[in-house]
């Protein structure tokens, strides 16, 4: 039995937001987005089935969309933008929390593609698992495992400063 829509998004806006905002690093925008996804979603929600995916996979499904369309629509450039995050030791409506390790995680995210944030949140904000990131991306769960082992290893050296963390 599917869920109601406004129990989905209650239990999913946090992450498509989050996923959104890994994607964008820019607050407005990610909100923007997620708002986007979630009209979608309800357009369409008598058509989800829940057979052939999760709820949480069908979302980022429309989120993958979105943003891609978001993408092609906006002269879309990699920017770090952290001025919009709240007050440092504080959390935003959506659980973001401005503290010395998230402005560290975000400028590591920066010097990520849009691909590598979009695996990381996939695996770690989205709690997708790496048989539903393989559906999502067309790679088999083998092949996503060790994409997120490499992309560790990558962001544990910008995190341990044996890779340079420059503006770009």
């Not at 010097?111 to 996939?122: G, H, Q």
Request: hydrophobic share 35%; proline share 2%; glycine share 4%.
């Amino acid at each position: 039995m599917k869920a109601s829509f406004e129990t989905v998004y209650d239990e999913n806006f946090k992450y498509i937001y989050n996923y959104l905002y890994t994607q964008t690093l820019h607050r407005e925008t990610a909100e923007d987005l997620a708002m986007d996804v979630f009209v979608r979603a309800m357009e369409h929600y008598d058509g989800y089935d829940p057979e052939r995916a999760s709820v949480r996979t069908w979302l980022v499904t429309i989120a993958r969309n979105c943003l891609i369309n978001h993408r092609k629509m906006a002269s879309y450039r990699r920017t770090e933008n952290i001025d919009d995050a709240p007050e440092p030791g504080r959390s935003d409506e959506y659980g973001f929390r401005q503290d010395a390790i998230s402005a560290e995680v975000n400028r590591i995210l920066a010097k990520l593609s849009p691909k590598e944030r979009e695996l990381l949140a996939m695996r770690y904000m989205m709690e997708l698992d790496n048989r539903a990131i393989g559906e999502l991306t067309g790679a088999d769960s083998k092949t996503v495992s060790q994409r997120i082992m490499r992309l560790l290893q990558k962001c544990k050296k910008f995190a341990d400063g044996s890779a340079l963390l420059t503006d770009d």
